[in-house]
């Protein structure tokens, strides 16, 4: 078989079982994606000095590589994988993203040879080399949870992460993981999920070393102080399929996907116009204390926990941040310290609230630490309550003074540090995993059998708004959603209603809900 440029060569390697060698006819690059799938691959422009070891290198995120035969001469290599399928999700993922070896673009194509017969003693370096790699993924490969079966399966160390996290007090979003996963190599993909009531996600890199680099600077590690545990393990996967963008699923390497149902697509654009209009932020987040760098992150809630994820892997830095926020343009004629309890209870545990004596439109309030303030922040700056439009900044106070022993400020301060309505004071309860920004609809919990929709859209009704819709849990009458006409209307009835006495020593709890009705 000759052909030119290279493949009259593999004979004296002794590669039998070929056809007719033709693989280098077609030297244009737009033809490199040509040719019949095999799991052969041919790359042509290597660098003179690649080794073996760089070229294995590009076959491994994809699967087991099981032979390579280097033509120095020609700056030509062969590279077998162990199923076609690596293959073409190998030519697949380099079509979009050109390969580069020491800074240098190479060129992948299908082989015509169906699989590489090489003579032993011609090629021994390279056998030796692949033994090698093979020993170290075989070595790495974790075998918590995976039978051994399975890891002789899939020696190849995997470049996918499977990330569980633990204790998970705050919002942990794609955008997140993708910032603090990208500090070890490219990340090409992120799913996330919940699982036996537990955030997962399972993230993708270009080479299985970044994967290995990440577990081991990262496993165990806290995103937040004292919070959001990285858990952290190879996954069997070697190749994740990501359908859509949008905040559950990113595929970096395909910006083209559609955003699937009812997603927000993420056009990092129209994310930007969506946060400016929605001023979901006081602050652009460069100026957040603690944020490593400006964060180009598109979803505005995002990016109090991504300021916070700038500092993961850093023990001992504490949660950063001012515990104490300043709220302005308030109704002061209605507000009053456990109105503001009540609204900013919802996203932290409120430890004091000072309306100010001489500007009353005005109140400090002081969270239980940095990450709640921010969070608070982030969700009810520019909010309606009491019909004025709230502003809520970081204040330059590190406390909330109370007033001195027998003096009266006409209960404009009150100390809530003992509160029994606490929502996050028990590590590892379930409303760290349910903090959304105000939303028209209300999740209420907490509801006794005696109560029925009837009366509880009465309730709601009386807080001055209109309810539109109303439905129980199916499994759990327990639970119910609630639907408002506004926003502001929902705000006003959880400040009214949450922790409402229903009879039977049942309190009502009310917080906002991601879904609608």
């Known amino acids: 078989c000759v052909g030119q440029d ?27 994606m040509d040719g019949a799938p095999s799991r052969v691959l041919h790359i042509r422009k290597l660098p003179g000095e690649v080794t073996e070891t760089e070229v294995i290198a590009l076959g491994l995120p994809f699967g087991k590589v099981t032979n390579i035969l280097m033509l120095k001469g020609k700056n030509q290599a062969f590279l077998e994988l162990a199923t076609e399928e690596a293959a073409i999700t190998m030519v697949n993922y380099y079509s979009a993203v050109t390969p580069h070896l020491r800074n240098q673009p190479i060129y992948i194509q299908y082989s015509n040879h169906k699989e590489l017969k090489t003579d032993n003693t011609l090629n021994q370096r390279a056998q030796a080399v ?23 399966v899939t020696p190849a160390q995997s470049p996918v992460l499977r990330i569980i996290i633990d204790n998970m007090y705050y919002p942990v979003t794609l955008d997140v993981l993708h910032q603090i996963f990208s500090k070890f190599g490219a990340v090409l993909k992120i799913i996330t999920f919940t699982k036996n009531n537990q955030f997962q996600a399972l993230l993708q890199y270009g080479d299985p070393v970044n ?80 944020a490593l760098s400006p964060l180009a992150i598109p979803n505005a809630a995002a990016a109090a926990a991504a300021a916070a994820a700038g500092r993961v892997g850093m023990p001992g830095v504490s949660a950063g941040g001012n515990t104490v926020l300043l709220v302005s343009n308030l109704n002061e004629e209605m507000v009053t310290p456990q109105s503001l309890f009540t609204l900013f209870g919802v996203y932290g545990d409120v430890q004091r609230v000072k309306i100010l004596y001489n500007k009353k439109d005005s109140a400090l309030i002081q969270m239980a630490d940095g990450n709640q303030s921010q969070l608070a922040m982030n969700h009810l700056n520019g909010q309606k309550m009491y019909g004025k439009i709230i502003r809520v900044t970081l204040s330059k106070h590190q406390t909330v003074q109370l007033p001195r022993e027998g003096l009266d400020d006409q209960g404009l301060t009150k100390d809530f540090g003992n509160s029994p309505l606490h929502r996050f004071k028990k590590p590892g309860s379930k409303n760290f ?81 991601k879904s609608t009705i």
């Open 6 to 32: 290279g493949v009259d060569h593999l004979t004296s390697a002794g590669i039998t079982g070929m056809t007719n060698g033709n693989d280098s006819k077609k030297f244009k690059g737009e033809d490199k």
């Open 130 to 152: 692949l033994q090698a790699v093979t020993a170290v993924q075989t070595a790495n490969t974790p075998l918590s949870g995976t039978t051994v079966s399975e890891s002789a």
């Open 211 to 290: 994967a290995q680099q990440a577990k081991l600077a990262l496993d165990g590690q806290n995103i937040y102080n004292a919070c959001c545990t990285l858990r952290i393990d190879f996954s069997k996967l070697v190749n994740l399929n990501v359908k859509y963008n949008n905040d559950k699923s990113r595929d970096y390497t395909r910006p083209d996907l559609p955003s699937g149902d009812g997603q927000p697509a993420l056009d990092p654009a129209i994310a930007a116009a969506f946060a400016k209009e929605t001023s979901l932020l006081g602050l652009p987040v460069a100026a957040v204390p603690g």
């Open 433 to 513: 995993q349910n903090i959304f920004p105000p939303s028209a609809t209300l999740h209420l919990s907490n509801i006794p059998p005696s109560v029925a929709e009837e009366d509880l859209r009465t309730l709601f009704a009386n807080t001055g708004g209109t309810v539109k819709a109303f439905k129980f849990f199916q499994r759990d009458h327990k639970m119910a959603l609630l639907q408002m006409a506004t926003v502001e209307e929902a705000i006003q009835a959880l400040i009214d209603l949450h922790n409402y006495n229903l009879g039977e020593n049942h309190h009502l709890r009310v917080s906002f809900s």
